[in-house]
């Protein structure tokens, strides 16, 4: 009965609200998908549906003439006379049949090259028709899984089992926006979203935008995480071979050529498929080609598919596109996925007039109740009907929705969820109350046993209490942890509270105290596993440690678009610590070192003396090219990257137990990530800083630099670690200025190298310097290679790094584990 039901249902929304309906065939009978249909010399325009359905909105009775266009198929301009609505008009499109007998062959040169040449030429003339608009916008996203596995790494898998059919198969995700966009190349963008649906949450907000959509192949690179290049770019010639496989003529008895595109060395950041190309104009009539994972450098994807289709107005003379569709394939341990993106632009406005106020650093926005819109309003705006599946999805999960708000559901959930087993002793454990939105976690133990010289085995566990708001941006969370050194027999606890505000300004107060043991350089360079694997098994105990106690209170939030400002003030009791045990697995004759960075043979002399200290820290971070996204439940950062980030900060040590003790501390900070279009990145990172009146203060606080003496590396990049330097030999109470840099080539030059292009690797070149008084200059040079590892996991990275001052002073091997990040 329920089926039936929704037939009916559809079939009332379509009678309804649809204005000019219909269903596209091929002449067999079979639906075809995205087609492009649209007024004749209008930018009212649509696409079909999955199952060939289409409506597009007419609002005046009389003569209209209809272009029905989709690749490989003749298109077909239909004169319909609409004296009521809704207008009925079913089409059947006949192959398109492609002729060469238009192309003079030329022995010298292959006739695709010269066409792509002057689609070449052309570009600028072409592109700066579409250079300034206004236009409506619409997207819809599909996520649908199948055969889902029951368990991955003997995990259960049932967050997504009320959206699966008895086959583990079914739709994930499912979302629709409106909006109104306003546009001017290169990428000024300003996006008004006035409608947006997401299946299943008539609270939630979709991630659909016109930013995501905007791929132009008139531009050199298309941005996929790495920059694809485009068929037509300026070097295209260096990547692509051209194939021209025929011609045919429009409704407008315009020449267009369909071009095969076949990359030369599929290895590279490139796309294979067509490129459809205007004679005369060389204007781009359509696009349908393929990109895979790896050509993305995205292991876990498998391909993605980009179609475009243009449509003319004789009255502007302009090609602009109206339909897009981005298809993809994604998956990894047995989940495999499949989306759909589909985007019309409609309602064209060209050059309008801009004032210095149109674009500003906000690129999108949400008009108020954008998520509240109801089904008659959806029925009138949608231009592409929904199909039968995706009509059940929106009815199934919008009914299911209500129950899954109810305390009751919600309790039922949680109590399944939160089933105490003896082994979360462990492993950990979380409890969480979903209707009042709070949840509470143990750490467990598993992760929390470690050994270093002076605690010995110590192990630690914490607990904490979270309550979240997510609709309005905020949260409160409480928190202990505790720590016990079983050698040093000794038990220590910390606790802290923090409270965000909201999510616009991203306001937060921070306050916490207790007792712990911390490494010298506060960025703890050493992993506490690794230096429990290094102690034990090769009695090389590299961390070197104090005991913190201390109370502080940070509050910090972005003042203004692009402007961090953070302010700490900290009461400090510091300690030094000592070895209690030389326990070891193996080499029993060899001899630990001391706790003492300085004196490492000295086992009785302290690094520091007791002391307290009250240290008072301001910090502004400044990012100059930060544009942002307003959602109803807050302001969503977007660095784009044009220009370094900034961080400046000063540090005031006043109140000691002795007055040598208390210094001033001036330090700045400046990154920069550069994209060198499809020739890769390059990074680097410049510290530097100054100490005052800082003669005789503790070694604590000491400016440190992040050294490596175990040759294992764990960051995705080393823009912020010497990786030869031990960890505490540079330290300085003066002035010091640090320096890091790599280039990634991103597989511009690894793929161009026979067989070491089998790896799908990057090559990764760098150099780091660092200066300190009474100093010779350090540096390390490195080569290396990342994106290493095997099938869809790439988590390896391999460097050979040299390091000098005053000459050669050694090299080494950094085997990166990323994984362990």
Same mark, same amino acid.
């Given at each position: 009965?329920?089926?039936?039901?929704?037939?009916?249902?559809?079939?009332?929304?379509?009678?309804?609200?649809?204005?000019?309906?219909?269903?596209?065939?091929?002449?067999?009978?079979?639906?075809?998908?995205?087609?492009?249909?649209?007024?004749?010399?209008?930018?009212?325009?649509?696409?079909?549906?999955?199952?060939?359905?289409?409506?597009?909105?007419?609002?005046?009775?009389?003569?209209?003439?209809?272009?029905?266009?989709?690749?490989?198929?003749?298109?077909?301009?239909?004169?319909?006379?609409?004296?009521?609505?809704?207008?009925?008009?079913?089409?059947?499109?006949?192959?398109?049949?492609?002729?060469?007998?238009?192309?003079?062959?030329?022995?010298? *040169?292959?006739?695709?090259?010269? @066409?792509? $040449?002057?689609?070449? =030429?052309? &570009? +600028? !003339?072409?592109?700066? %028709?579409?250079?300034?608009?206004?236009? *409506?916008?619409?997207?819809?996203? @599909?996520? $649908?899984?199948?055969? =889902?596995? &029951? +368990? !991955?790494?003997?995990? %259960?898998?049932?967050?997504?089992?009320?959206?699966?059919?008895?086959?583990?198969?079914?739709?994930?995700?499912?979302?629709?926006?409106?909006?109104?966009?306003?546009?001017?190349?290169?990428?000024?963008?300003?996006?008004?979203?006035?409608?947006?649906?997401?299946?299943?949450?008539?609270?939630?907000?979709?991630?659909?935008?016109?930013?995501?959509?905007?791929?132009?192949?008139?531009?050199?690179?298309?941005?996929?995480?790495?920059?694809?290049?485009?068929?037509?770019?300026?070097?295209?010639?260096?990547?692509?071979?051209?194939?021209?496989?025929?011609?045919?003529?429009?409704?407008?008895?315009?020449?267009?050529?369909?071009?095969?595109?076949?990359?030369?060395?599929?290895?590279?950041?490139?796309?294979?498929?067509?490129?459809?190309?205007?004679?005369?104009?060389?204007?781009?009539?359509?696009?349908?080609?393929?990109?895979?994972?790896?050509?993305?450098?995205?292991?876990?994807?498998?391909?993605?598919?980009?179609?475009?289709?243009?449509?003319?107005?004789?009255?502007?003379?302009?090609?602009?596109?109206?339909?897009?569709?981005?298809?993809?394939?994604?998956?990894?341990?047995?989940?495999?996925?499949?989306?759909?993106?589909?985007?019309?632009?409609?309602?064209?406005?060209?050059?309008?007039?801009?004032?210095?106020?149109?674009?500003?650093?906000?690129?999108?926005?949400?008009?108020?109740?954008?998520?509240?819109?109801?089904?008659?309003?959806?029925?009138?705006?949608?231009?592409?009907?929904?199909?039968?599946?995706?009509?059940?999805?929106?009815?199934?999960?919008?009914?299911?929705?209500?129950?899954?708000?109810?305390?009751?559901?919600?309790?039922?959930?949680?109590?399944?969820?939160?089933?105490?087993?003896?082994?979360?002793?462990?492993?950990?454990?979380?409890?969480?109350?979903?209707?009042?939105?709070?949840?509470?976690?143990?750490?467990?133990?598993?992760?929390?046993?470690?050994?270093?010289?002076?605690?010995?085995?110590?192990?630690?566990?914490?607990?904490?209490?979270?309550?979240?708001?997510?609709?309005?941006?905020?949260?409160?969370?409480?928190?202990?942890?505790?720590?016990?050194?079983?050698?040093?027999?000794?038990?220590?606890?910390?606790?802290?509270?923090?409270?965000?505000?909201?999510?616009?300004?991203?306001?937060?107060?921070?306050?916490?105290?207790?007792?712990?043991?911390?490494?010298?350089?506060?960025?703890?360079?050493?992993?506490?596993?690794?230096?429990?694997?290094?102690?034990?098994?090769?009695?090389?105990?590299?961390?070197?440690?104090?005991?913190?106690?201390?109370?502080?209170?940070?509050?910090?939030?972005?003042?203004?678009?692009?402007?961090?400002?953070?302010?700490?003030?900290?009461?400090?009791?510091?300690?030094?610590?000592?070895?209690?045990?030389?326990?070891?697995?193996?080499?029993?004759?060899?001899?630990?070192?001391?706790?003492?960075?300085?004196?490492?043979?000295?086992?009785?002399?302290?690094?520091?003396?007791?002391?307290?200290?009250?240290?008072?820290?301001?910090?502004?971070?400044?990012?100059?090219?930060?544009?942002?996204?307003?959602?109803?439940?807050?302001?969503?950062?977007?660095?784009?990257?044009?220009?370094?980030?900034?961080?400046?900060?000063?540090?005031?040590?006043?109140?000691?137990?002795?007055?040598?003790?208390?210094?001033?501390?001036?330090?700045?900070?400046?990154?920069?990530?550069?994209?060198?279009?499809?020739?890769?990145?390059?990074?680097?990172?410049?510290?530097?800083?100054?100490?005052?009146?800082?003669?005789?203060?503790?070694?604590?606080?000491?400016?440190?630099?992040?050294?490596?003496?175990?040759?294992?590396?764990?960051?995705?990049?080393?823009?912020?670690?010497?990786?030869?330097?031990?960890?505490?030999?540079?330290?300085?109470?003066?002035?010091?200025?640090?320096?890091?840099?790599?280039?990634?080539?991103?597989?511009?030059?690894?793929?161009?190298?026979?067989?070491?292009?089998?790896?799908?690797?990057?090559?990764?070149?760098?150099?780091?310097?660092?200066?300190?008084?009474?100093?010779?200059?350090?540096?390390?040079?490195?080569?290396?290679?990342?994106?290493?590892?095997?099938?869809?996991?790439?988590?390896?990275?391999?460097?050979?790094?040299?390091?000098?001052?005053?000459?050669?002073?050694?090299?080494?091997?950094?085997?990166?584990?990323?994984?362990?990040?």
């Amino acid at each position: 009965m329920k089926k039936p039901f929704l037939y009916f249902f559809l079939l009332s929304s379509f009678i309804n609200f649809a204005q000019l309906k219909g269903k596209i065939t091929d002449e067999k009978g079979n639906a075809l998908a995205s087609v492009t249909v649209y007024e004749d010399n209008t930018y009212n325009g649509t696409t079909s549906n999955e199952k060939g359905f289409y409506e597009l909105n007419i609002k005046k009775e009389g003569k209209h003439s209809i272009v029905f266009q989709f690749l490989g198929f003749k298109t077909q301009k239909t004169i319909v006379d609409i004296t009521t609505f809704p207008y009925t008009l079913d089409v059947k499109m006949a192959e398109e049949s492609y002729s060469l007998s238009e192309v003079i062959v030329n022995p010298k *040169d292959n006739p695709a090259n010269q @066409i792509i $040449r002057n689609a070449i =030429a052309n &570009k +600028k !003339v072409n592109t700066e %028709k579409t250079a300034k608009y206004k236009a *409506d916008f619409y997207s819809r996203g @599909i996520f $649908r899984i199948k055969n =889902a596995p &029951k +368990k !991955v790494l003997g995990i %259960k898998l049932d967050m997504f089992d009320e959206s699966l059919d008895s086959t583990r198969s079914g739709i994930l995700y499912l979302s629709e926006t409106v909006s109104k966009v306003i546009y001017q190349k290169p990428n000024k963008l300003k996006e008004t979203i006035i409608a947006s649906k997401v299946s299943g949450n008539d609270n939630g907000f979709s991630y659909n935008n016109a930013a995501s959509a905007n791929f132009d192949l008139y531009d050199n690179y298309l941005d996929f995480d790495v920059n694809i290049v485009s068929p037509i770019a300026n070097n295209a010639f260096n990547y692509y071979k051209y194939k021209l496989e025929g011609s045919f003529y429009n409704e407008n008895n315009q020449q267009i050529n369909k071009i095969k595109v076949t990359p030369k060395r599929s290895t590279e950041p490139v796309m294979e498929g067509y490129i459809y190309i205007l004679e005369d104009s060389w204007a781009i009539y359509a696009v349908d080609i393929t990109i895979t994972g790896d050509q993305m450098q995205n292991p876990a994807l498998n391909t993605l598919t980009l179609k475009q289709n243009f449509s003319y107005n004789s009255d502007t003379k302009i090609w602009v596109k109206n339909t897009q569709t981005i298809d993809f394939v994604f998956g990894m341990m047995g989940i495999n996925v499949s989306g759909k993106f589909t985007y019309v632009f409609s309602n064209f406005e060209f050059e309008p007039a801009f004032t210095k106020k149109t674009f500003t650093k906000e690129i999108l926005s949400f008009e108020k109740n954008a998520n509240k819109k109801d089904d008659n309003y959806w029925n009138t705006i949608r231009p592409i009907p929904l199909t039968l599946e995706e009509s059940t999805d929106y009815r199934k999960k919008d009914s299911l929705q209500i129950k899954k708000k109810s305390q009751v559901y919600l309790d039922s959930i949680d109590k399944k969820n939160n089933k105490f087993n003896p082994l979360d002793i462990v492993s950990g454990y979380n409890y969480r109350n979903s209707f009042q939105k709070w949840s509470a976690h143990y750490n467990g133990l598993l992760t929390g046993i470690n050994f270093n010289t002076v605690q010995g085995w110590n192990i630690s566990t914490g607990f904490s209490f979270t309550k979240d708001d997510s609709e309005k941006g905020k949260y409160t969370r409480f928190g202990t942890d505790f720590d016990y050194g079983f050698s040093e027999n000794k038990f220590r606890a910390t606790g802290s509270f923090i409270h965000r505000f909201n999510n616009i300004d991203k306001s937060e107060i921070q306050i916490s105290g207790g007792s712990r043991v911390a490494q010298f350089n506060n960025e703890n360079p050493i992993k506490e596993l690794l230096n429990s694997a290094t102690t034990l098994f090769f009695k090389e105990n590299l961390m070197k440690v104090y005991e913190n106690n201390y109370v502080s209170l940070l509050y910090q939030k972005e003042v203004t678009n692009g402007i961090f400002m953070k302010a700490k003030i900290d009461y400090l009791e510091n300690k030094p610590l000592f070895n209690t045990t030389d326990q070891t697995f193996v080499q029993k004759d060899k001899a630990y070192t001391s706790n003492n960075p300085w004196a490492p043979n000295d086992f009785t002399t302290p690094a520091f003396e007791k002391y307290n200290l009250v240290k008072a820290k301001v910090e502004a971070k400044i990012n100059f090219d930060q544009s942002y996204i307003s959602r109803p439940n807050g302001k969503y950062n977007i660095s784009e990257g044009n220009y370094p980030v900034v961080t400046l900060g000063y540090e005031k040590g006043f109140a000691g137990s002795e007055k040598k003790y208390e210094f001033d501390y001036l330090r700045a900070k400046i990154f920069y990530d550069l994209k060198l279009g499809n020739k890769g990145n390059l990074s680097l990172n410049a510290k530097g800083g100054k100490f005052f009146n800082a003669d005789e203060i503790s070694f604590v606080d000491y400016q440190h630099f992040n050294g490596n003496q175990t040759y294992i590396g764990f960051s995705e990049s080393y823009l912020n670690v010497f990786n030869l330097v031990p960890y505490y030999t540079n330290s300085t109470n003066d002035r010091y200025f640090e320096f890091h840099t790599e280039y990634n080539d991103k597989g511009f030059i690894m793929n161009k190298i026979p067989l070491l292009n089998l790896l799908k690797s990057n090559l990764v070149l760098g150099y780091h310097l660092l200066t300190i008084p009474k100093m010779k200059p350090y540096s390390e040079y490195s080569v290396g290679l990342d994106n290493l590892g095997f099938g869809k996991f790439k988590i390896f990275r391999l460097d050979y790094v040299r390091s000098y001052q005053d000459g050669f002073q050694k090299d080494g091997v950094i085997v990166g584990l990323k994984f362990l990040n």
